[in-house]
């Protein structure tokens, strides 16, 4: 998602510093946003003088003390909170007194963030859909910490780079994962219940609904292992069987296998 995140900004005439723990992990998003300006050259859909402005607004670090200077941070860390309260703590000592800091997530609580700030008024969560380059829609979420100004900024910068900005309470799920999720789930029970198969399934919901893909293809390409950890959320939120996680995702899991980032998930790769 940084990676992503990163080039978005960087079309947008932003510039984007893009910090990871490793070089190796920064070689990786490089490539990545490389590899897909160099293919949209290469279909004519992108001239290479363009190509190499959004490369030149895109800079890595592997020191979060690099990003002391930005105005909007956003971090896109794993699914866990207090893995990211762990880093808001750091960046709230870092970022300039200005500075936004937003969360990415998908899910948790962004007050729960805020919190552990000594600035919960710039705190708001910019949840980018992945892939964030082709994905229009972006939710602002507003804690109720959250400055009027800060939600404001947020705002004007997803509007900058171009993307569809919905702003949205600080409830678990959001608006797109607190629908979607119910759905995808009962896509699991009604495979198990036998009522179709999974292939069938899948394109029932495209060819029924004009889906541009099934249940089953859209949880591999979220990643199994976040499928769960939102439907956990969920479920600890708002008490609703229809969001508590089918055995069989667990169950995938458990054994690795986590959708198209492992080659294997509800489908093999």
Not at 114 to 140: M, S, W, Y
Not at 188 to 217: H, Q, V, Y
């Amino acid at each position: 998602m940084a990676a992503g995140i990163a080039e978005v900004a960087a079309r947008g005439g932003i510039r984007a510093i893009i910090r990871a723990r490793s070089e190796a992990s920064l070689a990786s998003a490089l490539k990545q946003i490389n590899g897909g300006l160099s293919r949209q050259v290469e279909k004519g859909k992108l001239d290479v003088a363009e190509r190499d402005r959004i490369l030149a607004n895109i800079s890595t670090t592997t020191d979060l003390r690099k990003l002391s200077d930005c105005d909007i941070i956003i971090e896109s860390v794993v699914e866990d909170l207090t893995t990211k309260q762990e880093l808001f703590r750091e960046l709230d000592v870092i970022a300039k007194p200005s500075a936004i800091l937003a969360t990415n997530t998908s899910t948790l609580s962004v007050v729960e963030m805020a919190k552990v700030t000594k600035r919960p008024d710039q705190v708001c969560g910019i949840h980018f859909f992945n892939p964030a380059t082709v994905l229009p829609l972006v939710e602002i979420v507003r804690p109720i910490t959250a400055s009027d100004d800060t939600i404001s900024l947020a705002t004007e910068f997803v509007r900058a780079i171009g993307k569809d900005g919905v702003q949205v309470l600080d409830r678990a799920g959001f608006i797109v994962n607190a629908l979607l999720f119910p759905y995808l789930n009962n896509a699991i029970r009604m495979l198990d219940a036998g009522t179709a198969s999974m292939e069938d399934i899948d394109t029932a919901m495209k060819g029924g609904c004009n889906f541009p893909m099934g249940p089953f293809a859209l949880l591999d390409l979220v990643g199994l292992d976040t499928s769960l950890s939102i439907l956990e959320t969920l479920h600890a939120s708002f008490g609703d069987d229809n969001f508590a996680p089918h055995p069989r995702l667990r169950e995938l899991v458990a054994h690795g296998r986590l959708g198209r980032k492992t080659k294997a998930g509800f489908y093999v790769y």
